[in-house]
């Protein structure tokens, strides 16, 4: 089992950066696939970024590369979203995931969720 907490949300202009982290509990958080997604309201699930057990292998959402980085650090179990150029259009409530298994785009194909951090872009 692995629990999850995201934080680092918050509301900032446009143009502005955010770094989100995502802190997990028990041992075995370094064997774990984990990812960012994102809603909005009426929206579907989006895929963000995802990031190997060994941070060797990483992907992003077209629309967030350049602009986003996914990293972790497996010694204090937690996972990071930084997010540099934000737009009003990046505003939703983001999720940590994990999986215990190989990196997937799919939301459907994680276990663990946080309870999501509200991120909002003003123009």
């Known amino acids: 089992q692995v629990q999850l907490v995201e934080s680092g949300g918050g509301l900032v202009q446009a143009g502005g950066s955010l770094r989100l982290s995502c802190a997990a509990s028990?041992?075995?958080?370094?064997?774990?696939?984990m990812a960012w997604f994102r809603q909005t309201p009426g929206q579907e699930r989006e895929f963000v970024a995802y990031?190997?057990?060994?941070?060797?292998?990483?992907d992003y959402l077209d629309r967030v590369k350049g602009r986003f980085t996914i990293s972790r650090d497996n010694a204090k179990n937690t996972m990071y979203l930084q997010m540099n150029k934000l737009k009003p259009e990046d505003t939703a409530i983001y999720y940590c995931?994990?999986?215990?298994?190989?990196?997937?785009?799919?939301?459907?194909?994680?276990?663990?969720w946080g309870q999501g951090t509200q991120v909002t872009v003003s123009s």
């Open positions: 028990g041992r075995t958080f370094s064997s774990y696939a």
């Open positions: 990031i190997s057990w060994s941070s060797i292998s990483t």
């Open positions: 995931a994990a999986r215990n298994g190989v990196t997937r785009t799919s939301g459907d194909d994680y276990d663990f």
